[in-house]
């Protein structure tokens, strides 16, 4: 299996400029985590998936930030407009199940600079 | 209060020491624990999970006391290879998965 694949692996861009990560979870993951991780807050989760429909997105930061995943090979995490402070790296994950004894794989992450 | 807080660290060592990472967590109803690995600029990979009797993968051993709400991880003979952030991991009933904020670790020869 290729594992979560993520697109781009590195993203520079100025504020105020719409900015799309891709993921595609592994094949027959039914659970799809995006988080975000920064020196100063560490790994948060942002938002996950269950089936494509969005479960939980109480960690997503403010509505410049949204999330779809329109089936259940892709999802897309979207900011717009981008500001400096979303520099971070952006990971997406995927489970089997979801359930507390599961564990997560992750994608290698999108690298993201907002100047 | 984070909900997961770790050992803040660095931990440099010698290579062949004995090192122990602790972690404590403040949701009485979370159900699973783990420890993961992250290598720099790399992606967080699950190094082991935690049960109740504690658990031993080579060199490694996870204990866990629900009482006071700890989970522990001990790395024996210590390789260079093992330098790296740790990341204590709890998950809810509800699969949500909540990360410490990581332990460094640096084995030096």
């Known amino acids: 299996d290729a594992g979560v694949i993520q697109s781009p692996r590195h993203e520079v861009t100025e504020m105020g400029q719409e900015v799309t990560l891709r993921c595609k979870p592994i094949?027959?993951?039914?659970?799809l985590f995006w988080y975000r991780q920064t020196m100063m807050r560490g790994l948060e989760l942002l938002i996950y998936?269950?089936?494509?429909?969005?479960?939980?997105d109480s960690g997503m930061p403010e509505d410049r930030f949204s999330a779809k995943m329109p089936n259940a090979s892709f999802s897309t995490l979207k900011i717009q407009p981008s500001e400096p402070r979303d520099s971070a790296v952006y990971f997406c994950a995927s489970s089997t199940t979801g359930l507390p004894n599961e564990k997560l794989f992750f994608g290698s992450g999108t690298q993201l600079s907002v100047l | 209060r984070k909900e997961v807080e770790q050992d803040p660290g660095p931990f440099n060592v010698p290579e062949g020491a004995t090192v122990a990472f602790n972690c404590t967590y403040s949701?009485?109803?979370?159900?699973?624990f783990f420890w993961y690995r992250q290598d720099c600029r790399k992606e967080p990979k699950l190094l082991m999970s935690?049960?109740?009797s504690g658990n031993e993968d080579g060199r490694f051993t996870a204990q866990l006391n629900r009482a006071s709400q700890y989970i522990s991880l001990l790395i024996r003979d210590s390789k260079l290879s093992d330098s790296a952030t740790y990341l204590c991991?709890?998950?809810?009933?509800?699969?949500?998965?909540?990360f410490g904020d990581g332990t460094t670790l640096t084995v030096k020869p």
């Open positions: 949701n009485s109803a979370s159900q699973s």
């Open positions: 094949s027959g993951h039914d659970y």
């Open positions: 998936f269950n089936n494509n429909v969005p479960i939980d």
């Open positions: 991991v709890v998950n809810t009933n509800a699969g949500k998965s909540t």
């Open positions: 935690v049960y109740s």
